[in-house]
């Protein structure tokens, strides 16, 4: 017999070197930089690691992202446009 297991999936996720629990299948770009306290700051882009020979995947704040468990996030910042900035 069967029985229904009530215990609430949860996903390990990382963000820079954090372990972060998290209960939702997805989230989106501004949920994840939430998650670290203090949130992660407008100047850094949020990066999913991919595996592999292909670049790491920027995350757009309305992106959603489907998590599973050891999932790796990092940040890094903003790419600075020459010519900008008080120099």
Known sequence: MNVPNDKPVTFAIH???AEFKVSSGS???VQLR???SPPIDANYD???KVPGPQDD???AND???TLSNG???VTAPSKV???RGDC
């Open 57 to 59: 995947q920027v995350i």
């Open 63 to 65: 992106q959603v992202v």
């Open 71 to 73: 999932m790796h996030f």
């Open 81 to 83: 446009t020459a010519g």
């Open 27 to 29: 989230m989106t770009g």
């Open 46 to 48: 949020l990066y999913l």
């Open 34 to 36: 939430a998650l670290p």
């Open 15 to 17: 963000i820079d070197r």
